[in-house]
């Protein structure tokens, strides 16, 4: 059985390098439909057996049990932990690999998801650890491992390095997967702005047009939207 877990902030706190541009109002919204976004990506994979959500906010365990996912309370004990509780959760529901996806991966679809989970399952080793690495090649934008618990978790600043340098130490294998959907995050103003230049349909590009963000963003960075 293959768990899906996604960490998600509570909405108060979520997105703080946008607040040059988006009210906090604005970057709960963002958020909250970012997240329905891999969500239905990750339970419309064939290779996800379960998802959950892990929180401390209200508003998101309601919209993640509304969607069909699980929710596991964080418990304030710091991101890592709580991730670490939710892994050991789904080792004792019987899962055999734990893959941890981001909140923010607008552009993550349900066909990369399969073909990481089978990259992973296929893979002589017993012992594996999956990777996929921010774009600036520093984070850890989703990470597969089987069985659950083989690595300790470090995800923050230089989060990547970290994972490869413990998996490394531990002598368990371990692969990176690139891909564009699963290296492109919204945290800035820049990521807003590349976002903005697909034409992607899903939950985050709709609240985009109904706040019109789109224009709002080539208008921090060029001073005015263009006229079409």
């Known amino acids: 059985m293959i768990w899906a877990i996604v960490p998600a902030k509570t909405l108060g706190r979520a997105k703080t390098r946008l607040a040059s541009m988006l009210e906090p109002e604005e970057r709960r919204a963002l958020s909250l439909e970012m997240l329905r976004d891999v ?76 073909q990481m989970v089978a990259q992973a399952m296929e893979h002589p080793s017993s012992h594996l650890v999956l990777l996929a690495p921010s774009r600036d090649g520093t984070g850890t934008n989703a990470l597969f491992q089987r069985p659950p618990g083989v690595l300790p978790l470090h995800f923050g600043t230089q989060s990547l390095q970290l994972h490869q340098h413990v998996a490394q130490e531990r002598q368990t294998p371990v692969q990176l997967v690139r891909s564009v959907d699963l290296g492109l995050d919204i945290d800035t103003p820049a990521d807003l702005l590349d976002f903005a230049r697909m034409a992607v349909p899903g939950h985050t590009q709709r609240i985009l047009m109904q706040m019109q963000l789109m224009e709002r963003v080539l208008e921090h960075f060029y001073g005015t939207a263009p006229v079409l």
């Open 39 to 114: 969500l239905g990506t990750l339970l419309g994979a064939r290779t996800i057996d379960r998802v959950a959500v892990v929180t401390q906010d209200n508003v998101v365990g309601c919209t993640a049990y509304a969607l069909g996912a699980g929710v596991l309370l964080d418990g304030g004990r710091g991101h890592n932990a709580a991730l670490e509780g939710a892994i050991a959760h789904c080792q004792s529901k019987g899962a055999s690999g734990v893959l941890i996806v981001s909140a923010d991966l607008p552009l993550l679809r349900s066909r990369t998801v399969e």
